[in-house]
């Protein structure tokens, strides 16, 4: 059998076409009780010596059961989220190639051109599929261009879906577009999974998208493409090209840019409290300019938006800084995406030094998408405090391993005066006497949201309103107590509820705009719209209790 044949065959029917299928008993034995089970899960789980073999565990487990893994899943989601999500999808991307057992998702290749339609049908849902996320390889978290083995970021963004926003699994279509890779060890590596070729030029590229998005829609008609860690230029590219065609959105630039909104504006309120600064005075410096932080820049307009002021005024309180210092306008060769904030009222020597920038700037909020681990140094850090009493201090760069700054570092250069939030999670900490509990400044809190409003709503496009709107369905989703600790997120345990808020807001806004299909959901009462969103969650039924026998 050659590998384009494999590649065509269905992760469900390898085993019979292969002829090694063999009779596995359904039914556990008599006095098998769920929640022991979830117990033993949990025992097994922790006997790992590593997480990257718990993320072996875990996608086992899912394999064997899928209820169950999903039952777990939610009873344990702060353990389990940072092990099948950032950080450690990190590691298991890194060596997919080495830990891969068997299909758990697609491959569409640039050697299926030409017949994309047929690869996709082979996907045994089929119609059934209402949301993929699709990922190329090429910068998967901030680790670079990793080919082929980008499939598990597509398979964990999907289990968020499931686990965040009771989105069906077999709903859900993870894929990886294989279009070879640029990295040199993985083309030398004899397990390398994916196709042995560098990437292609921009003209085969675009062929090939178009191909594959069109293809998208013809077989699966419902389907939401959420484009997941695409290397900048092509994030925007494609993000421009088909989000007026497909219904579509980019999780990277879009959602990151709802999900820091949102919490920008509860660290902001936080921050003026304490200061007395009016929240149309902050200024907000982002270290790092890429496809994330040019994103999440565009979407805090809507803050400074949000206090009365212009698009200008609002455009103005914003510094980019990118591996060459302070973006400004008269740098040669300025990449397209970095021209909008590149400021034009700076015509010194070139700033390079973070702290020369900041003491330039004189910013209320350092925000890290640069995935420079440890940039935020102790100087960097001290500098901030001094210039603000709770300066807002967001390393959102992942996995954990590429943070900008840890959070106790951050706690203790700023006496425990941060309004923190990291990419990936830490764990909260003592100081003072005090429990002082991080953030987690990561799209998984919206994605899921918008992904189940679009799909509910039938909206034919994702909007940018309805992005905007997502984020202030975060925001406001902060209860009281959550307030009181200093929080800037809710916590994840509330995650559902959360996301049914987000939906609610993302249907109202399609409705507004007049993208809306499912036009039945325009005559709910908002208590009535949430009720709907949340009777369309799925749950994994209650296996162990239903087929004891
Ligand atoms: N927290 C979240 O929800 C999300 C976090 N991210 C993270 O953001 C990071 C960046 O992602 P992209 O924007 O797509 O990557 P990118 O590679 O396009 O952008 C990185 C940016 O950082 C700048 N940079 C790199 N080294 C620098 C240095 N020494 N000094 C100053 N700037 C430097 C680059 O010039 C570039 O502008 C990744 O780690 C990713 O995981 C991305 C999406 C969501
Ligand atoms: C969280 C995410 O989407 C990223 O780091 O790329
Ligand atoms: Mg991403």
Redesign the pocket.
Known sequence: MTLATLSLITPKSNAAAMGTSTIVPKIPPPHLNGTDHRQRCLTQLRSKATSLEKYIFLSGLKERDANLFYEFLLANMFELIPILY?PTVGDACSNYSHIWRRPEGLYVSLEHKGRIRDVLRTWPAGIASHISVVTDGS?I??LGDLGANGLPISIGKLDLYIAGAGLRPTSTLPICLDLGTNTERFLKDPLYIGLRRSRPNIAEMDAFMDEFMEAMTDVFPKILVQFE?F??DN?FRYLDRYRHRYQCFN??IQ??GA??LSGFINAARLSSAASGLPLSEHKILF????????GVAKQLMSFFRLQGMSEEEAKDRIYT?????LITADRDGLQEH?KFFARTDYSGPSLTK?VDIINYVQPTALLG????RN?FSEDVVRLMSNLNKRPIIFP????VS?SEVDFLDAVNWTNGQVIFAS?SPYPPMLHNGVNLEPGQ????YIFPGIGLGTILSGAKHVTDDMVTQAAMALSAALEDEEVRVGLVYPRLVRIREISARIACAVIRQAQDEGVDRNILLRSLKDDVLIEYVKSKMWSPPAYYAATRM
């Open positions: 950032t910068r978290l901030g860690d290397s900048t994030a999780d990277d959602g990151t999900v820091v270290f790092g300019a890429g496809s994330a932080g040019i800084v990118d591996s060459k210092g970095k973070l998408l640069s995935t420079l940039a959102l760069s992942n996995p590429l990419g400044g990561n799209n998984m």
